[in-house]
């Protein structure tokens, strides 16, 4: 392959929330995987860098993390890097956050967006957990981004910060590159999933269900559910999510969202 079409295809996803607890690790994790199932090769980087935990849900002994390669970083180039990433069981490749939240600190913007372009000139996907909210680092890495998710679940807190941080984004002109992703669509909640687009005014969404057995279960064990459980319902969606977003397809409603309603008692 030429550099030019090998370029094309380096591409980022920033998986952003503006809450905390909402499944953004999850989904990070199990997108990376399923993106990887696709004969890519796909690279993580955790960049929640007080508390980040992609190394637990996956069940890494990382020998380095992002502080490591920081360090060290006047030495380091788009071939060395290969020698801090972890390899998972699935073939991701993982840069993991500091072990210390304090080392946190020691991550300046410049550094990052440094590491992240190393990571991309050895990757055909890099997937980024960025952590809750827009903090300087992470819009670094947002702005770079070609696609930006931002995971929400049906709680009015969660909507209303998602809308807050859509608007900033849009501020920005980023919002061309934003999908909405609600989590946990069918959880019992008085918010209607189909009335999500309207609130936060924005079309691009897709659905993600609740799945509490396997979602715990596979946090427990440290095996991301994509690979434990490839039939569930959420690894399904999950895989679907990788495939719309490969194809940068219109993303819509699943039929039984619409169909359901989701007002429950
Ligand atoms: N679709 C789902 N169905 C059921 N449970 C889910 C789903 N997605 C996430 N969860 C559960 O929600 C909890 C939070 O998920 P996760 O750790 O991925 O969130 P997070 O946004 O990364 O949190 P933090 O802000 O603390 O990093 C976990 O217990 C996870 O199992
Ligand atoms: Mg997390």
């Known amino acids: 392959m030429v550099d030019a079409e090998k370029k094309l295809k380096q591409k980022m996803i920033a998986v952003c929330s503006a809450k905390g607890g909402v499944g953004r690790t999850l989904l990070s994790v199990n997108l990376a995987i399923a993106l990887n199932k696709k004969n890519l090769n796909v690279s993580l980087l955790d960049s929640n860098f007080q508390f980040g935990d992609v190394s637990l849900v996956m069940d890494l002994q990382p020998s380095f993390t992002i502080k490591d390669v920081i360090e060290e970083l006047a030495r380091i180039d788009k071939d060395s890097i290969e020698n801090y990433v972890t390899s998972h069981a699935s073939g991701v490749k993982v840069l993991p956050a500091p072990d210390k939240p304090e080392y946190a600190e020691l991550i300046t913007d410049e550094a990052s967006l440094k590491v992240v372009d190393l990571i991309r000139q050895q990757s055909d996907y890099l997937v980024v957990d960025t952590g809750v909210g827009i903090v300087d680092q992470s819009l670094d890495i947002i702005d770079q981004a070609d696609q930006i998710l931002i995971v929400t679940n049906l709680e009015m807190t969660a909507l209303k910060s998602t809308r807050l941080m859509l608007e900033t984004l849009e501020k920005l002109g980023l919002s061309d590159k934003v999908v909405l992703v609600v989590n946990r669509y069918d959880m019992e909640s008085l918010i209607k999933a189909e009335d999500v687009p309207d609130m936060i005014g924005h079309k691009k969404v897709i659905y993600l269900p609740n799945n509490f057995k ?52």
């Open 214 to 265: 396997i979602a715990s279960q596979s946090l427990n064990l440290g095996v991301p559910l994509v690979s434990g459980q490839p039939k569930s319902n959420l690894s399904k969606a999950i895989f679907k999510m990788a495939e719309t977003l490969l194809s940068d397809q219109d993303v819509t409603m699943p039929s039984n969202v619409k169909k359901k309603g989701l007002f429950r008692k």
